[in-house]
């Protein structure tokens, strides 16, 4: 239901904007996010947006580089990436919660829904 895209390859300190479609609509009544998994390590959240677009809450270590944002005519939600650091590569998935559920939340168990992710490199 969600398709993430945008991944690739890119240097230190370049920028990458990932796209999250919801062919379905079926999210434009609920929370979204995204989350990363880097090798060898357990799956982090890195952004959540509200079902309204109007509030949106990001991990401490991304602040200031990456924005999350969504268009609900377009049934899209971004994640915008500047300044990106070696640290950044993972592979990134974007996750919906249930229909009615507004509040963005950095909890990965109240997102039922996942995409499959697309994976972000940064080079030196």
């Known amino acids: 239901q969600l398709q993430a895209s945008g991944g690739g390859l890119v240097q230190a300190g370049g920028s990458l904007r990932l796209s999250c479609a919801d062919p379905g609509r079926s999210f434009s009544g609920a929370a979204m996010g995204w989350f990363r998994q880097a090798p060898g390590k357990e799956r982090e959240f890195v952004a959540s947006?509200?079902?309204?677009?109007?509030?949106?809450k990001v991990v401490d270590s991304v602040k200031g580089r990456f924005t999350i944002s969504r268009d609900k005519a377009k049934n899209m939600m971004y994640l915008q990436m500047n300044g990106l650091k070696l640290e950044d590569t993972a592979v990134y998935f974007c996750?919906?919660?249930?229909?009615?559920?507004?509040?963005?939340?950095?909890?990965?168990?109240?997102?039922?829904?996942w995409g499959q992710g697309t994976l972000v490199t940064v080079s030196s």
């Open positions: 947006i509200s079902a309204s677009g109007s509030r949106t």
């Open positions: 996750a919906g919660r249930r229909w009615g559920r507004t509040v963005e939340t950095a909890a990965p168990d109240e997102y039922p829904f």
